[in-house]
């Protein structure tokens, strides 16, 4: 009997292993297939052909052309650079951002903790993407500005899960022991913190990496992300909507890049928190 | 003898200003001599661990000094208090808790070690040496708190207090987590180590039995007070408070 209680976690985590190995290899794949767009596609993605314009698929143009008789499998594939790139740098920038201000609120405590707090609260408070195109437009267009915007509104739940995080932190003995040991605040906090709370932060982030791809896209697909002709999934989107009656899979092809890019970085978001669980562990 | 540790009227009052403030230490004078072993004993409650937490400047001061060797460490901050940690260390209750469970045993020591002026190899080499002389195998150094047992974790966790060699190390119900005959070694360690350093102890415990042996002196705090003090065998033996009695009389 033993054997067998013992042998049914293990089981389970080999398969998690086999699942995380899988989809984290995907997400390298894709992460690096976009980092090299420019060599994969078959085609200039910002070649016009009038004589091509709106061709249907065939094997010369796998997903057929767009208006201008660009060839519509070479743009998506270079949309993954913008696509792919700007949404990991926004994930970073905030992950980043709001981590430094949470633990930074948990340290200091007092009024600096009261000051950045309803901040945060402030920008929470606004509806999201309402916010980010009031910020985009002010701003102007562009990937930048449209990063900028999300990340205003985005920041704040880094900062409220890193605060907690860290005040749960603090209450155990083994900072008392640390304290008394002489470290620094600085040594503290990267040496015994940041490791402790890094879980579930990562998780979180792992997990926004495909909201924050679709927010993208959808500034985008307003016009106010990623500038025409520059291929950019959320604008190929937009640019091309006029045609989803007649030919749709011109539409449809960048919908697809972003809910497969979507679903491949949930998925493994999803098995790291499982990894990282520790119902898990043992 | 010369003194170590002064406090004089010390006071503590939690959340105060509140509608919920709590006095929980109150008027608390006391001194611990140069290798002397003092005890605090007293129910859950009556403020104990407040005074050690206080002592150690874990919390802070409502009113009252403290002196360690002289110094006033009372408002001490960063550097002083750095300093003031380098006289006196703490031995936590909860062994395992006291480490970080992302760090092996042998970190948490060097850590110690390494901020007071030890280069890498020279803190491997010291906590190889502190984890022997704490009777434990240097290997355990490699092993994180879980995967040891709670009388080897507060070993370790001697063994980091005593790292940048304290003069006073204050005992916060160090054996209450452990079971009797682990107690028993424990206390045996501590009794070698005194002799061989000659430290003082303030012993924070609320198990007489464990005093008698162990303590020359015994303060007993009852709701935030010191109701009686003397020598450990004169107040186990003819106590002259009710409490106290009490006290002792739920050990039998």
Redesign the interface.
């Known amino acids: 009997m033993s054997e067998i209680s013992v042998r049914v976690p293990q089981i389970r985590r080999d398969r998690l292993k086999r699942k995380l190995y899988f989809f984290s290899t995907v997400a390298g794949l894709l992460i690096v297939a976009a980092f090299f767009s420019e060599y994969l596609c078959p085609y200039d993605p910002y070649e016009q052909n009038m004589s091509l314009a709106k061709a249907a698929p065939s094997a010369e143009h796998l997903l057929g052309t767009d208006r201008y008789g660009r060839d519509m499998f070479s743009r998506v594939i270079a949309g993954s650079f913008t696509s792919i790139f700007s949404t990991l740098a926004l994930v970073g920038f905030i992950t980043g951002f709001g981590t430094i201000i949470g633990i930074f609120c948990a340290w200091m405590g007092k009024w600096v903790d009261t000051v950045l707090m309803r901040l945060a609260d402030m920008f929470l408070a606004f509806p999201g993407l309402v916010f980010a195109l009031a910020v985009a437009a002010v701003l102007g267009g562009g990937v930048h500005n449209a990063i900028f915007a999300l990340a205003a509104i985005s920041w704040p739940k880094y900062a409220r899960l890193a605060r907690s995080q860290t005040l749960a932190q603090q209450e155990?003995?083994?900072m008392?022991?640390?304290?008394?040991?002489?470290?620094s605040s600085l040594?503290i906090i990267g040496?015994?913190v940041l490791?402790?709370i890094a879980g579930p932060i990562l998780v979180t982030a792992m997990l926004d990496i495909g909201t924050m791809m679709i927010e993208l896209a959808g500034l985008s697909f307003l016009g106010l992300g990623a500038k025409p002709p520059i291929p950019e999934w959320g604008s190929m989107m937009s640019d091309t909507r006029n045609l989803l009656a007649t030919q749709p899979w011109v539409t449809l092809a960048p919908g697809v890049a972003i809910f497969l890019s979507v679903m491949i970085f949930n998925l493994l978001g999803d098995t790291v928190r499982d990894w990282l669980d520790p119902k898990n562990r043992r | 003898m010369e003194t170590i540790l002064e406090v004089r009227q010390l006071r503590k009052v939690f959340h105060e200003g509140s509608w919920e403030d709590l006095l929980a230490v109150d008027d608390v004078s006391f001194t611990v001599g140069a290798g002397e072993k003092v005890a605090i004993i007293g129910e859950s409650g009556s403020g104990k661990t407040t005074v050690a937490k206080l002592v150690t400047r874990l919390l802070d001061v409502t009113a009252g000094q403290i002196f360690l060797d002289g110094v006033e460490i009372t408002n001490a901050r960063g550097k002083e208090l750095k300093q003031a940690y380098q006289k006196m260390q703490m031995v936590f209750q909860s062994p395992i808790d006291s480490f970080d469970p992302r760090c092996t045993l042998g970190d948490g020591i060097g850590e110690s070690l390494r901020n007071h002026g030890y280069t890498k190899g020279e803190a491997k080499t010291e906590t190889a040496r502190l984890l022997a002389l704490c009777g434990l195998s240097p290997d355990l150094g490699d092993c994180y708190p879980y995967e040891v047992s709670g009388g080897q974790c507060q070993r370790a966790a001697i063994a980091r207090a005593l790292a940048i060699k304290p003069q006073l190390l204050i005992l916060d119900e160090a054996t209450s987590a452990l079971d009797v005959t682990v107690q028993a070694e424990i206390l045996t360690l501590l009794n070698h180590l005194q002799q061989e350093l000659s430290m003082s102890y303030l012993f924070i415990c609320h198990d007489i039995a464990l005093v008698q042996d162990f303590c020359d002196r015994v303060l007993v705090m009852h709701n935030g007070r010191i109701v009686e003090e003397g020598t450990a065998d004169a107040v186990i033996r003819h106590p002259q408070m009710e409490y106290t009695q009490m006290l002792i009389d739920s050990v039998l």
Do not use: D, E, I, T
């Open positions: 155990l003995p083994y008392q022991a640390v304290r008394m040991a002489g470290s040594k040496k015994h490791p402790n």
